[in-house]
């Protein structure tokens, strides 16, 4: 099993409930493909450093997974399909990724706290 991180957009006219039944969906579509959701992060409403579809803002959301690299085709394609999904990307973690993204969660906690 790999480790990927994948980062994604949505469209700023959505309320709180439809932007977290959205990130559901896909957590919903990553474990019936047998992946391990190892961390999810919820970046809020940011500006985006170029206007996409006419939108000046965003909703950002992480998820790091663990999982078979067919997995990654059937994601992608399921952002290409939902009209909610501005922007996306999903990167393979190598292991100095890994050690970053561990240490990039404890400082988030340890901030939150």
């Not at 559901?24 to 190892?38: A, G, P």
């Not at 996409?52 to 290409?80: R, S, W």
Request: glycine share 4%.
């Amino acid at each position: 099993m790999n480790n990927y991180e994948t980062v994604f957009i949505l469209t700023p006219v959505l309320s709180d409930a439809q932007v977290e039944e959205a990130v559901k969906k896909f957590e919903d579509l990553l474990t019936s493909r047998n992946c391990e959701i190892v961390a999810k992060e919820n970046w809020g409403l940011k500006k985006l450093a170029y206007p996409i579809q006419l939108k000046k803002n965003g909703f950002y959301t992480l998820i790091e997974f663990k999982g078979e690299g067919e997995v990654v085709a059937d994601l992608e394609l399921a952002f290409k399909r939902d009209e909610r999904i501005i922007r996306f990307l999903t990167t393979k973690l190598d292991k100095h990724a890994m050690d970053y993204a561990v240490t990039r969660r404890t400082k988030v906690k340890t901030a939150k706290v």
